[in-house]
């Protein structure tokens, strides 16, 4: 034991990051970043040093805070989205705090009747990217609707991701249902399997890879991703190289909260006060891919043309997200895989 | 004798200790979560179920079959062979092993389509290929040339004397070998997710999506428990298997043994080199995928990963992941060979008193590279709390958790070499005065130095690859290449792409490096290093 | 004086190896337990080697019990049947190893390494490797290795058993002199009554674990204790045979230290 203890030194050892002042622990999804000056900005304003638990996608994340609910791994919490919005509500892991930041823009994106319990900090909508380039180039018109991807026309262009391994592959799920409605959704996948569907296990796989408006160069020019994809992939020109469809696109807000039981509730309020300032919000779209939530904050330059933000997209209610899901992926393994 | 005794009983009890604290009871108490709700009867009625076990099994069986078949020739290659760039060989077969997996599966992918089982197997055995070289290796290099030119003096082919002679006295490698890599396939994760697309799952796939995605902790529980059946029955046949072949063999310094190849075994160099060039093949589809841009071959990449950009995106430079990467595979190595040196020793001792209880502990140890990394994960959440110091999001616990994977392979690589060690030339030693620790001074470690070199520099290059708990628990602001790695292809845009293979190339740099350093060291008077 | 085993038993496993055996060995003695293959006679001399756990009774060096002394602290000489040399240390370092173990300068391992190949007859052979050796060459080094800190007993276990007939017959005769010459105290294992006769001063007949007759050589030939005994000693009376030379050994070779069938 003494040797597993030296064994410690040289991982502990290096940068503590707590000085021995107020620290609060955030719990967060693995696509968290914030640059440093930002986080140090906060410590140096409140003597409160935030210390980052990555925990996985949202869904692992959130699982991992059911479990651990009786004694709790952090103070606050960020990156619960729409999808696992109504769990973490239905297992208590909040408590009630409304930031006063809230008012300023993210109340819009508030869970119906736990406005108190998650604040909204960010908006990344998942929506069908297309390769403008590649359709031009063969006279192939761009889909205008989700209904239109079983034309024959677009037969083995697009690539999606499994919904049960993939958080942009749920979205669409849902997009699906919340586009033809549970009766009909299933009889949709069953034509987009017939028109050549490919399933990836992941975004990484399907965008970088089988994607043709990436840099992969893949095969096929309709991908699932999300909203903001296309102003990673601006050509010298300024000019991006692919779009979004904007028309059937899932809405999908990351939350955050204090949570239930947490160590230090003022400092993790003032971790959710920050994450709705104006100094994170504005840092959202280089940092993490997604529109901040907060009115007034400017997008980036190339994102005003390349990746505005959807102002109208499909939503299913959190509670039959939550009730329905794991019927949902059982159904579409059977239809997609069957 | 009653000293003996009480050495030994401390000495199994450290690593079982350890075992059981960061092992049996996460599993434990994770599983206990799921069968206390209703639902598990209900999975295991399920014939899809079984139809899991079955895939399982059976891509694992055959990835294994495929990597020993690679394997063995690249073994002759290392062990036996005085050829020139042996030790580049011995080397580049590390590589697969730190790759991630998620940009392995990548590879394939672009360089097999989308073959299904096909490339799941091959793309399992690419990561095994160096388990069964070093595991086999490690015992051919020592064993004595001169049964097999005495079988062939008797007129036996080449072929005859290595099927009755060599083969048999590598059984016990080939065995371990053969577990170690049954248990990687049956649980390996990522290669089948991305390779599986949608089709394919197995135990482990679907256990990270029970218990990761949807909280479905009865199914999970369900499934961990098929699971682990079905990996203590493989072991269980392994044993059988293996039993009573681990016998004292005549063993000789390797430099001795080597030659050069003659005749019909330049076929099986051939072979060797084949596999070789097969290994590389991904490898280099990686470096050119780090090199090239839309417009054409470019360093952004690295000097993207050197600089600012990766700063913005990883809060560290990429040298700074590679040396975070460099000191928590230390930590973890040091641990592992600690309690996998000692589980060796007590394990080579217990054999010949207590062969039924050497066998269970033996099986025991193994176990963490049966079971799936997600019950492991979760199993932490639930109890690492009761720990002084809540271990459960303390960095501490990844040296821990990476021990668990690397120590089985330790035992492993150094059990056979121990077992081969015939024990009258212990009792000669000691005979002539030398206490039991002398005697694993001036036996043991002259014959075992050159394995427990390979095993430390082996478990050196898992743990540099170990992804899983690292992603969790590491410090955000000091992630490992492979963290890197993970959160750069998880990114839109070109940069962050090449980035990401930039940071791979690193790896493979970084994992030679460690590898060709860890193995110079010289034990004694020998040079160890050159198995 | 000497070695005293009083009333020992071992197990081995589930079964009784060596019951309640008496034996002494007196100081420059050597002692030949003689007995077919199984009977317990190597369980034996590894219990006086502290490498088997008895179940019950003592061995005892000069009265002194040894039941709390480990393998290394015994200052007990071993021979294996096939020599089981370092493999890893050339034929001086073999040979030097018990003096290491005992914190012996340099030079002087050197020059009782140099005396002890001297007296096996390899003079000159301290570089050599022993995978180097033939099967004879090996046995004298393992001889050597054993004399060399000058063990106060020195155990052989079948020393010759592995070597070829005529090899082991010159063997056979060298050690006879090799070990009145070190002036030894020995305790011989062997099945062979041929070798038992040729080297030893007094033999113990094994059988079943029990020992069933002791006394020299001539008693032994003379007057067998019993049928079995004397079907094992495979003659009856006055023609006592060497059953792995096939010639008959004459008296004075049995009885004296020089076995003359030799170089």
Redesign the interface.
């Known amino acids: 034991m003494v040797l597993a203890l030296i064994s410690g030194c040289s991982l502990t050892g290096g940068g503590e990051a707590g000085t021995g002042g107020e620290k609060v622990v955030l719990v967060t999804h693995n696509s968290f970043a914030l640059p440093k000056p930002v986080l140090d900005e906060f410590t140096k304003n409140t003597g409160i040093t935030i210390e980052i638990s990555r925990r996985g996608d949202a869904g692992e994340m959130t699982n991992q805070l059911v479990l651990t609910k009786g004694n709790p791994l952090a103070d606050a919490v960020f990156g619960i989205d729409s999808t696992y919005a109504s769990r973490a509500i239905g297992q208590n892991l909040l408590q009630a705090y409304r930031s006063p930041e809230a008012a300023k823009g993210a109340q819009r994106y508030a869970v119906a009747g736990a406005e108190d319990k998650l604040s909204a900090v960010d908006v990344g909508d998942v929506c069908l990217n297309i390769d403008t380039g590649f359709l031009a180039q063969r006279g192939i018109p761009e889909p205008t609707s989700l209904a239109e991807l079983t034309d024959p026309r677009y037969k083995d262009l697009l690539v999606v991701q499994n919904p049960a391994t993939s958080s942009p592959g749920l979205a669409f799920l849902f997009a699906t249902v919340a586009t033809f409605g549970e009766e009909r959704w299933a009889e949709y996948w069953t034509k987009l399997k017939a028109n050549g569907v490919k399933v990836a296990s992941g975004w990484e796989q399907s965008y970088t890879q089988d994607f043709s408006g990436s840099s992969g160069k893949g095969p096929r020019p309709l991908v699932v991703s999300y909203a903001s994809s296309p102003s990673a992939e601006v050509g010298p020109d300024g000019k991006p190289r692919t779009k979004a469809l904007l028309g059937g696109c899932y809405r999908q807000v990351e939350y955050a909260g204090v949570l239930t039981g947490a160590k230090n509730t003022d400092g993790a309020r003032k971790v959710v006060d920050f994450l709705l300032s104006d100094k994170v919000q504005s840092q959202l779209a280089e940092q993490m891919f997604v529109y901040p939530t907060r009115e007034g904050v400017a997008l980036p330059q190339s994102w005003q043309a390349a990746a505005p933000l959807p102002t109208k997209a499909l939503e299913l209610p959190a509670p039959q997200v939550d009730r329905d899901r794991e019927r949902w992926l059982a159904l579409w393994r059977s239809v997609v895989q069957g | 004798?009653r000293?003996?005794k009480i050495a030994l009983g401390v000495g199994a009890a450290v690593p079982l200790l350890f075992l059981a604290v960061f092992f049996a009871w996460p599993v434990a108490a994770i599983i206990g979560l799921g069968l206390g709700e209703s639902g598990v009867g209900a999975v295991l009625a399920d014939s899809q179920t079984w139809e899991l076990v079955a895939f399982t099994l059976g891509q694992a069986a055959a990835s294994t079959v495929v990597a020993l078949l690679a394997g063995l020739p690249v073994a002759y290659l290392l062990a036996r062979c005085a050829v020139r760039g042996r030790g580049f060989v011995r080397l580049i077969v590390t590589i697969p092993f730190v790759l991630p997996t998620l940009v392995v599966g990548m590879a394939f992918r672009s360089l097999l389509g989308d073959s299904g089982v096909i490339a799941i197997v091959l793309a399992n055995a690419f990561f095994n290929v160096a388990v069964v070289a070093r595991t086999v290796g490690g015992l051919w290099a020592n064993l004595d040339l001169r049964a097999e030119d005495a079988a062939r003096a008797l007129g036996a082919s080449r072929w005859r004397a290595f099927t009755s002679v060599t083969l048999p006295a590598l059984a016990p490698a080939i065995g371990s070998a053969l577990a170690v890599v049954f248990l990687f396939c049956a649980t390996s994760f990522g290669v089948v997710l991305v390779l599986g697309g949608s089709e394919y799952r197995t135990l482990e796939t679907e256990i990270y999506l029970r218990t990761v995605q949807l909280l479905d902790l009865p199914g999970a529980a369900a499934l961990s428990l098929v699971q682990l059946v079905a990996v203590v029955g493989a072991l269980l046949a392994g044993a059988i298997a293996r039993r009573r072949r681990e016998t004292a063999l005549?063993?000789?310094?390797s430099a001795?043994t080597a030659r050069r190849p003659e005749g019909a075994e330049w076929v099986v160099v051939g072979a060797a080199l084949t596999v070789v060039v097969l290994l590389l093949l991904p490898v280099f589809s990686l470096i050119v995928q780090s090199l090239s841009t839309r417009d054409g071959w470019s360093l952004a990449g690295y000097t993207a990963l050197a600089g600012d950009a990766a700063e913005s995106t990883l809060g560290v430079s990429g040298l700074a992941a590679a040396v975070n990467s460099l000191r928590t595979a230390f930590d973890a190595t040091l641990l592992a060979m600690f309690l996998g040196v000692l589980a060796a020793v007590v394990l080579s001792q217990l054999r010949r008193r207590r062969g039924r209880l050497a066998e269970a502990m033996d099986m025991a140890l193994m176990l963490p590279l049966g079971v799936s990394a997600v019950t492991v994960g979760f199993g932490y959440l639930v109890t690492m709390d009761s720990l002084p110091g809540d271990l459960r999001s303390s960095p501490v616990l990844v040296p821990f958790a990476q021990a668990l994977v690397v120590m089985p392979l330790i035992i492993r690589t150094v059990l056979p070499v121990l077992r081969a060690i015939?024990d009258?030339?212990r009792?000669?030693?000691?005979?002539?005065?030398?206490?039991?620790l002398?005697?694993w001074r001036?036996?043991d470690l002259?014959?075992a130095g050159r394995s427990l070199l390979a095993a430390a520099g082996f478990g050196y290059v898992v743990a540099l690859g170990e992804f899983g708990a690292t992603s969790f628990l590491v410090r955000p602001d000091a992630p490992t290449l492979p963290v890197a790695v993970s959160r750069l292809i998880s990114r839109p845009g070109e940069l962050n792409v090449q980035m990401a293979y930039a940071s791979c190339v690193l790896l493979m740099i970084v994992t030679v490096a460690a590898v060709a350093l860890v193995e110079r060291v010289r034990v004694g008077s020998?040079a160890l290093g050159e198995f | 004086m000497g070695l005293r085993l009083s009333n020992l038993s071992v197990h081995y496993g589930q079964n009784l190896a060596v019951s309640g055996v008496h034996l002494e060995i007196g100081d420059g003695e050597v002692l030949a337990l003689l007995g077919p293959s199984g009977c317990g006679k190597s369980t034996l001399l590894r219990a006086v080697?502290?490498?088997e756990?008895s179940s019950s009774g003592a061995v005892a060096w000069d009265d002194v019990d040894l039941a709390g002394v480990?393998?290394?602290?015994?200052?007990?000489?071993?021979v294996?049947q096939d020599g089981?040399l370092?493999?890893?240390r050339d034929v001086a370092g073999n040979v030097a190893?018990?003096l290491r173990?005992?914190g012996a300068d340099k030079r002087a391992q050197a020059e009782r390494v140099a005396e002890l190949l001297e007296l096996v007859g390899l003079p000159g052979y301290g570089s050599r490797r022993t995978?180097e050796l033939s099967g004879g060459e090996q046995q004298r080094v393992?001889l050597a290795?054993?004399l060399a800190?000058r063990?106060k007993l020195l155990?052989l276990d079948e020393p010759l058993s592995a070597l070829d007939r005529a090899l082991r017959e010159q063997l056979a005769a060298d050690l006879a002199v090799l070990l009145r010459r070190a002036g030894a105290t020995a305790l011989l294992v062997t099945h062979d009554h041929g070798e038992a006769f040729a080297l030893a001063d007094r033999i113990a007949l094994m059988r079943k674990g029990k020992i069933v007759q002791t006394g020299t050589p001539h008693e032994v030939r003379k007057r067998p204790a019993d049928d079995d005994v004397a079907a094992f000693l495979g003659h009856t009376g006055e023609s006592a045979s060497c059953p792995c030379c096939g010639s008959p050994i004459p008296d004075s070779a049995v009885l004296g230290r020089h076995a003359r069938h030799g170089r």
Not at chain 2, 250 to 253: D, E, F, Q
Not at chain 3, 70 to 78: A, S
């Open positions: 004798m000293g003996t005549a063993l000789r310094r001795e015939d009258r030339l009792q000669a030693a000691a005979t002539l005065g030398a206490s039991p002398r005697v001036e036996v002259p014959f020998e | 080697a502290g490498l756990q480990p393998v290394h602290r015994r200052e007990f000489g071993l294996f089981q370092f493999p890893h190893f018990g173990m005992r995978t393992a290795r054993a800190p063990p155990l």
